[in-house]
């Protein structure tokens, strides 16, 4: 059967969109009407159920804002304003990217450095992978003050520290990914290298890494999205005058939830987007390496 | 076929022992076995026989634990770095990133054959085993015997006179199997090749063969080695005269002497 874009994948991925938003302007009332109830009863202001409805999706500063409100400032955030103006989620957005992308690189090459090294030195067989499992089990959360407050010290400040924390999140999935992907082959065809008199170098090129390959993106994808969370919450502790992070953060200061979701939801258009970059290269990498169309 | 042939695999009291949990496995036991130019020898027997062992240990993929092995002369280590053989696996083994082209070209790439000489190479070998076209094409894009050809060619594809195969068509249904080995015997007689072939079917023993070594488990040892009175030119229906049959019945009666102390 031929396969059907409408039916199987966008009418299920717009029912649960559906489900989604409803959940949320249930919610959105049933959080905002007892401040609305409040405001009300002292401004002795009496509503029809309906006008009380609409107030409580209209609030400036609701506890659960709805949707249209931030979809709304979600629009006008990203499409009405200059992209230079500090007010602008693109502007935001670019300044995490920067340091997202920077981490990205550097946690991939490390976690490709990383794996190599684990599958070709025995001695760092043994040692490395419980640290590098341990590393991952420590809160980023508790980390990222440190790196951000060290950093800062010896006047290291703005993209690296972030990109470090970034680095630091990412390196691992590429990591683990990676050493599964250099010992991917089968004994059958290490067995054919070695009939050759194969030399390390010429396994490792012509065997190791290109089956590699699958695993490496695989591994990519969760590391973009690991690198953005970590540039994120690089952002939240210095205070970061730029960055999707220190929108989460202003917002919360100062009580903007709707910033705070409309910038939560760039955080995740963000995100989506990138994990899709990653994924299209994987699609053609995996054509040009003779991959049979699924 | 004269008696000064060179010998090209030569093994005295080879023997080859596993330790495992459960103790030693006698994989292979006092094995005695001259292999000449230019031979077609088949290595039959059940599973456990060692038959396979036997062709690892020529290949340099396992290592004899007694007894003496040489192959070209030499032993099978120097063998190996030397290039003098090519092994043909029970699976094709097939890089799948790589066209059928690309995939005869490794072992001339790691051997650092030029371009041009890949190239010519690469055609040659695909005529050889009737793949001439599919150069371009991926493995999957191929059915499992040619893909299995495909594999053939590619342990063709490099000057090495010795060719390993260990059951290059078990997987394969009769059909195919039958085809294959008809066009694998011509190859044999264009290619002049010596070629140590395992398999567990005694028809197909007994039509490619000029030597069939008779193999029998714990441990794996050699109980018959059969010369083959059938001319070298064999034609599929050769496989219903008498000789054939008369050859056929000696490697089932030595299969079944092998057995008898079991079950």
Redesign the interface.
């Known amino acids: 059967m031929k396969p059907d874009t409408l039916r199987d994948r966008i009418i299920p991925v717009l029912t649960i969109l559906l489900v989604i938003v409803t959940i949320w302007y249930v919610g959105a009332y049933f959080m905002n009407a007892p401040f609305q109830r409040d405001l009300d009863r002292r401004g002795n202001v009496t509503s029809t159920t309906m006008e009380f409805i609409g107030k409580t999706m209209s609030q400036p500063k609701p506890i659960l804002p709805a949707p249209h409100q931030v979809v709304s400032n979600f629009v006008e955030n990203t499409f009405m304003r200059s992209v230079t103006s500090n007010r602008s989620l693109v502007y935001h957005a670019w300044v995490t990217l920067s340091s997202t992308v920077a981490g990205f690189t550097f946690g991939t090459l490390l976690g490709i450095l990383i794996a190599v090294g684990i599958v070709h030195v025995k001695a760092l067989d043994r040692s490395l992978m419980p640290w590098i499992i341990a590393s991952q089990t420590i809160p980023i959360l508790a980390i990222a003050p440190m790196v951000i407050v060290v950093l800062g010290a010896i006047n290291i400040t703005g993209l690296i520290p972030k990109a470090i924390i970034s680095t630091y999140l990412s390196f691992f999935p590429v990591a683990v990914g990676m050493v599964k992907g250099l010992r991917s082959p ?1 004994l ?2 290490l ?8 030399s390390a170098a ?1 396994t490792f090129w ?2 190791r890494v ?2 590699s ?1 699958p695993f490496l993106f695989t591994s990519m994808k969760v590391a973009i999205a690991a690198s953005l969370v970590g540039a994120i919450v690089g952002e939240l502790p210095t205070g970061a005058v730029a960055g999707i992070g220190s929108k989460l953060l202003a917002g919360a200061y100062y009580s903007q939830t709707i910033d705070i979701w409309s910038a939560l939801i760039a955080g995740s258009v963000l995100a989506a987007l990138l994990v899709t970059i990653v994924g299209i290269i994987a699609k053609i990498v995996d054509r040009a ?2 991959g ?1 169309p699924a | 076929m004269a008696e000064n042939q060179s010998s090209v695999v030569s093994a005295k009291k080879l023997g080859l022992t596993f330790e495992t949990s459960d103790g030693p496995v006698h994989a292979l036991s006092n094995v005695d076995l001259e292999v000449k130019k230019g031979d077609f020898v088949s290595f039959i027997g059940p599973s456990g026989c060692g038959k396979t062992t036997f062709l690892r240990v020529i290949a340099d993929l396992e290592k004899a634990t007694s007894g003496e092995i040489t192959v070209n002369g030499m032993s099978p280590e120097e063998a190996r770095k030397s290039r003098s053989y090519g092994y043909v696996f029970q699976a094709p083994a097939l890089y799948p990133w790589r066209t059928i082209e690309k995939n005869i070209a490794l072992p001339l790439e790691i051997m650092g054959y030029s371009a041009a000489d890949r190239a010519s190479r690469i055609e040659r070998t695909l005529d050889l085993v009737n793949l001439a076209g599919f150069g371009k094409k991926y493995p999957w894009q191929l059915s499992g015997g040619m893909q299995q050809r495909a594999s053939i060619a590619r342990a063709l594809a490099f000057d090495a006179d010795l060719l390993l195969m260990d059951e290059p068509f078990g997987a394969l249904d009769e059909i195919v199997r039958d085809h294959l080995n008809e066009q694998l015997l011509k190859l044999w007689a264009r290619t002049e090749k010596t070629i140590c072939f395992v398999t567990h079917s005694i028809p197909e023993a007994v039509y490619l063969s000029t030597k069939i070594v008779v193999m029998s488990p714990r441990p794996g040892r050699v109980t018959d080695v059969i010369e083959s009175t059938l001319p070298k030119e064999r034609p599929l229906e050769i496989r219903e005269t008498p000789e054939f049959l008369e050859i056929a019945h000696r490697v089932r009666e030595g299969l079944r002497a092998g057995h008898s102390y079991e079950e």
């Open positions: 089968e059958i065809q067995d054919l290298m070695r009939t050759y008199h194969a010429q012509k065997l290109p089956a390959i390496m003779g049979r």
